[in-house]
């Protein structure tokens, strides 16, 4: 297939629900860690078209949504004071933090600007040396280049007035909290394809091998999904536990070498706290060697800054894949969209806001897990 309207074409989607329905014997659970494959999950009705005895969980791969509260709270810190044009992209303006969110501390007066890259950021700072650039660098290892390469640039041009808030975050340490996590029911996962085009796919071999999990590599289209639960379902059936890549037209096994060189120049891996998930050992980045001289939290003083999570919110468990959005007492209630109360319900790649965007109509009863399988 060469167009991306052929990876959405009906015929061929139902004809792999069938592929998947013929091998199908026995209930599996499998994740998807990642925002984009969760918001075509539930837009195209994927699951829908799956045998009852598929379940599909939504696991923490939305980079906003599991950046942590306190982290929020430093960037609203940082974006108040008079001296800082803050840069974010735009999904990250209406976050809550515990006292409001970018477009509040905005409204109040101070200067906070949506930008398309971090390169974006970096011309604002060499256009005004008289103020201080911060850079909120959200993301996965997707988005890691570009901000390394930001601060590789400034470094290298001496640009002394730009600086980053870093949240990045890794996904294979996720994968292995949740599967050692006492109340996991992940048989299977979906890897996501544009981490695997970074990252390729060797860092999940032990993965599978340890957890005995198959991990299947997958795009981001209907067909694309339904390719990789096929080929996840038939290692489950056949007690399988292999790495297999469905999106070999972008994925290569060793990744983006220039990519991961650059990365490991300006980050070193460090332990993360996950939005409602809590720390995680290894799991994301933080500015090392020369390039700790563009770290906005020590640049700002907020680096001490902790904040407990609101209690309630359940998104660690909709991120962790223990519980759908309608089994939140606050879904489509006291939370919405226009007035979230946790990230999962504002990115448009958060689980929450995907399903009050496509199903908040339905009932829980449709898709609990604690029943464990549909009715
Ligand atoms: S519906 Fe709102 S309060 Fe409930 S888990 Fe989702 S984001 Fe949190």
Redesign the pocket.
């Known amino acids: 297939m060469k167009f991306v309207d052929e990876y959405r074409d009906q015929a061929k989607a139902e004809a792999m629900a069938q592929s998947i329905a013929r091998i199908t014997t026995k209930p599996w659970s499998i994740m998807e860690v990642c925002g984009g494959q969760t918001h075509s999950i539930v837009k195209y009705g994927i699951d829908e078209l799956l045998p009852k005895e598929i379940t599909l969980l939504h696991g923490p791969g939305c980079p906003v949504c599991v950046t942590p509260l306190e982290l929020i709270d430093k960037a609203l810190q940082i974006a108040a004071r008079p001296e800082v044009i803050f840069c974010s992209f735009g999904d990250m303006l209406r976050v809550p933090g515990s006292g409001g969110d970018l477009f509040s501390v905005k409204a109040k007066g101070a200067d906070v600007r949506i930008v398309y890259s971090p390169l974006d950021a970096l011309k604002l700072a060499r256009d005004n040396p008289g103020r201080q650039i911060v850079f909120f660098a959200v993301g996965f290892e997707t988005t890691a280049p570009a901000n390394a390469m930001a601060v590789f640039q400034a470094h290298a041009q001496k640009i002394p007035n730009f600086s980053v808030l870093v949240s990045h975050v890794l996904v294979p340490p996720a994968i292995e909290a949740i599967l050692s996590a006492p109340d996991n029911r992940t048989q299977g996962f979906l890897a996501a394809g544009h981490v695997c085009t970074v990252m390729g796919f060797e860092e999940y071999l032990p993965l599978a091998k340890r957890f005995h999990v198959p991990i299947v590599v997958t795009g981001f289209e209907p067909v694309d999904i339904l390719q990789g639960i096929l080929l996840c379902v038939e290692q489950l059936e056949q007690g399988r536990a292999e790495v297999t890549n469905q999106y070999a037209r972008s994925v290569q096994r060793e990744g983006n070498r220039p990519a991961q060189a650059l990365m490991a120049k300006v980050f070193r891996v460090v332990a993360r706290k996950w939005r409602g998930v809590g720390e995680i050992p290894n799991s994301g980045f933080a500015l090392q060697g020369e390039f700790t001289a563009y770290d906005a939290e020590a640049r700002f003083g907020v680096a001490g800054y902790h904040v407990d999570e609101d209690s309630?919110?359940?998104?660690g468990q909709?991120l962790r894949g223990v519980k759908k959005?309608q089994e939140?007492p606050?879904?489509g209630k006291r939370?919405t969209p226009d007035r979230?109360?946790?990230a999962?319900?504002v990115s448009s790649e958060g689980a929450?806001a995907a399903y009050y965007q496509y199903r908040r109509h339905q009932q829980t009863s449709q898709t609990s897990l604690a029943a464990g399988k549909r009715s």
């Open positions: 309630e919110c359940i998104a909709v959005p939140c606050a879904f939370c979230p109360l946790g999962t319900m929450c």
